[in-house]
């Protein structure tokens, strides 16, 4: 699903936050991006949805070249892959409603399927009951899971997420990672930084090390 | 297809929304666009009037024909004939060479000293009223030369000072109206693509929401599009407006004028395909502004989205960095300032 060969990124302020790093994520897998703060996790996600452009290497996505795809073609490329923000990024004027079905109103999907789909994605995350409301009003953990419901309402083949659980309490953020255990489970490939090593004990997945830049561990293959 | 009307129809509402939030601006563009639009349009008005007083005031054009002296009356009346068959004329009238001779001796206290004359030594005379259609200075200069031509004709010769005056003139001033039209288009194009420009700033965020979850620039465009388009609808409509003010106060003392020549002119007001035409006009260059607007602020914006390309990157990556940084900075201290 991910494959990276030799990917470097320098920012253009010539700072090098990926040095010539090499893995590959199977389909339907599910592995934890690690690191200290400042190693490269953010940087390695924005590359996979075409936020930021790799300056080095190759970048295999879902059977996409990246390094190939033109400006014309990232909108359909993104709608294939679900992305969650450590700052939610929700749109503060809009309803959870309207937040989630974002993604099926770019895609064109008509309306009674939007409808349907938008109320199965917050069913998913528990927030049924709560789809008039504004992003505001709700608590951070619930934020964070519109965001989640966001992500999945198109049913994308893949998942990122970004330290999905930064500012939540354990528990929370226990029920968040069990959520996106559960999207794997149905299939869905998933990759989660984090620096939180207690979900990697509890749910004993893959693991994908950097430091400063650099691969330490690329993890179990399989 | 109904879904994809609907779709549009909701923008379009949107569109219309998102105007009215901001009262302010979307009030100020309206009215610089009816204003920028209005003046080009009374100017027209102005020369289409002017054309028409010319053309009602004007002493009539004239065509004289001097026949050749050996030409008889019999002759004469048989080319009158022919003159008035043709389509260009309105109306002939013969002078005869007696008749001249007797003028001239009224008029010219000459009498006595030119009984002394042999012979009459004045041409016969036809005068030649063209058509109205045909006064174009070009026309009447190939009816001159086409006459002149005519056997038995010796010369002809038209009194056309006063109408290429007054087309030169009325040329000019519609070359001026074009420019004027041209560079007030300008301000429009400016002013629209300004507050255009101005909403993507505000929907920043929200933009770069839609395009991380696959809109494409197309369905991000949609909504400023018809902004633009409603801001320069809203514009046409002012500007009529202005318009038919302008010549609601124009009328009367114009009538009065009239009145006092005599003369049953009529002011040419805004015909209904003209007032289309306008609408039309100020609608096709709102959607140019947003269109040009909207594609220069998301390249400029997300400028990351290109494929890496070296030299790009080495010459301007740092200028968008520092942008960037520089914007951030101004944001985060507007919020303090708060
Ligand atoms: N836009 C940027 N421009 C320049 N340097 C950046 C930019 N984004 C991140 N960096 C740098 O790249 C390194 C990796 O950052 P990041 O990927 O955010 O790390 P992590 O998410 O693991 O904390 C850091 O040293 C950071 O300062
Ligand atoms: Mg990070």
């Known amino acids: 699903m991910i494959r990276f060969s030799q990917v470097s990124k320098r920012y253009p302020n010539g700072h090098e936050a990926l040095k010539r790093i090499s893995f590959t994520l199977e389909r339907e897998q599910m592995a934890f991006l690690v690191g200290h703060s400042g190693a490269g996790k953010s940087t390695l996600l924005r590359l996979v949805t075409l936020i930021e452009r790799s300056t080095h290497g190759q970048i295999v996505v879902n059977n996409k070249n990246l390094t190939k795809l033109r400006r014309r073609q990232i909108p359909f490329f993104r709608r294939q892959v679900g992305v969650i923000f450590q700052d939610h990024k929700l749109l503060h004027d809009r309803t959870v409603f309207d937040n989630v079905a974002l993604p099926l109103v770019v895609a064109g999907v008509g309306h009674r399927e939007l409808g349907r789909r938008v109320r199965a994605a917050l069913d998913k995350v528990g927030l049924l009951g709560k789809e008039r409301l504004y992003p505001i009003t709700l608590s951070g953990g619930e934020q964070q899971r519109v965001g989640i419901a966001r992500a999945v309402v198109n049913r994308p083949p893949l998942v990122l997420a970004d330290e999905p659980t930064g500012n939540l309490d354990a528990e929370l953020s226990d029920e968040i990672m069990d959520l996106f255990h559960q999207f794997n489970q149905y299939g869905v490939t998933v990759m989660i930084a984090t620096h939180e090593r207690r979900h990697i004990q509890r749910l004993g997945k893959r693991v994908i090390e950097l430091k400063n830049g650099e691969l330490m561990s690329a993890g179990d293959q399989n | 297809m109904r879904t994809y009307l609907l779709r549009h129809v909701q923008v379009l509402i949107a569109s219309v929304g998102q105007l009215s939030r ?32 010319g053309n009602a005031w004007h002493p009539g054009t004239h065509i004289s024909l001097f026949l050749d002296l050996g030409v008889d009356a019999e002759r004469a009346q048989s080319l009158l004939e022919r003159l008035r068959r043709r389509e260009e004329t309105q109306q002939v009238r013969m002078i005869s060479a007696d008749r001249a001779l007797q003028e001239f001796k009224e008029l010219s206290g000459f009498g006595e000293a030119l009984d002394a004359l042999p012979h009459n030594p004045l041409p016969t005379l036809l005068v030649v009223t063209p058509e109205r259609a045909f006064e174009h ?16 004709v010796e010369l002809a010769q038209l009194d056309m000072e006063w109408v290429q005056r007054f087309h030169v003139t009325l040329r000019l001033a519609r070359r001026a109206a074009l420019v004027l039209s041209v560079l007030l288009a300008l301000a429009v194009l400016l002013t629209v693509s300004n507050t255009i420009r101005l909403a993507i700033l505000n929907r920043r965020d929200e933009i770069e929401i839609i395009q991380l979850f696959g809109g494409t620039d197309r369905f991000i465009q949609r909504p400023f599009l018809y902004s633009g388009m409603l801001q320069g609808f809203f514009g046409a409509g002012t500007a009529i407006l202005l318009i038919v003010a302008c010549l609601q106060v124009l009328r009367s003392p114009i009538r009065q004028l009239a009145d006092l020549y005599g003369s049953v002119f009529q002011i040419a007001g805004l015909r209904v395909h003209e007032a289309l035409a306008l609408v039309a006009i100020g609608i096709g260059l709102g959607w140019l502004a947003s269109r040009w607007s909207v594609r220069r602020h998301l390249h400029r914006m997300f400028p990351s ?22 914007l951030k900075l101004r944001r985060s201290d507007k919020r303090r300032n708060r």
Request: hydrophobic share 45%; net charge neutral.
């Open chain 2, 22 to 53: 901001t009262p302010g601006s979307t009030l100020m563009s309206v009215g610089v666009i009816g204003i920028t639009l209005a003046l080009p349009s009374l100017l027209y008005l102005l020369l289409v009037n002017a054309e028409k007083v």
């Open chain 2, 137 to 152: 200075p070009d026309e009447l200069q190939r009816l001159v030369s086409e006459f002149g031509a005519l056997p038995g």
């Open chain 2, 305 to 326: 989205a290109e494929p890496y390309s070296p030299t790009k990157a080495g010459t301007f990556a740092h200028i968008s960095t520092l942008r960037h940084r520089v």
